[in-house]
Nanobody, 120 residues
């Protein structure tokens, strides 16, 4: 069982910074990857960034490369997303995700989301 709770969202001006946190109730070391997704009004949920829990391999959406940084603190069972140079188009609800890939199935965990609003 893994429960995820996001925090750190809020209202910022364009060009500002924000750090999102995702606290897991269980050990994130038992998951394979963790990541962030976002959904803006009228749009589908889209991938933002992900990281392998072991190894630290990261992937980013083209729209956030060079501006966002994903990281984990395994001792605190927490996932982070540092967002710099924020743009109006970054406005969305951001969701934390964790996956545990097994031989014949995948366990998929989601948080409830945190709102990020960037004023233009």
């Amino acid at each position: 069982q893994v429960q995820l709770v996001e925090s750190g969202g809020g209202l910022v001006q364009a060009g500002g910074s924000l750090r999102l946190s995702c606290a897991a109730s269980g050990s994130i070391s038992r998951t394979n990857t963790m990541g962030w997704y976002r959904q803006a009004p009228g749009k589908q949920r889209e991938f933002v960034a992900r990281i392998t829990v072991g190894g630290g391999i990261t992937n980013y959406a083209d729209s956030v490369k060079g501006r966002f940084t994903i990281s984990t603190d395994n001792a605190k069972n927490t996932l982070y997303l540092q967002m710099n140079s924020l743009k109006h188009e970054d406005t969305a609800v951001y969701y934390c995700n964790a996956k545990r890939i097994m031989a014949w199935a995948t366990d998929d965990y989601w948080g409830q989301g945190t709102q990020v609003t960037v004023s233009s």
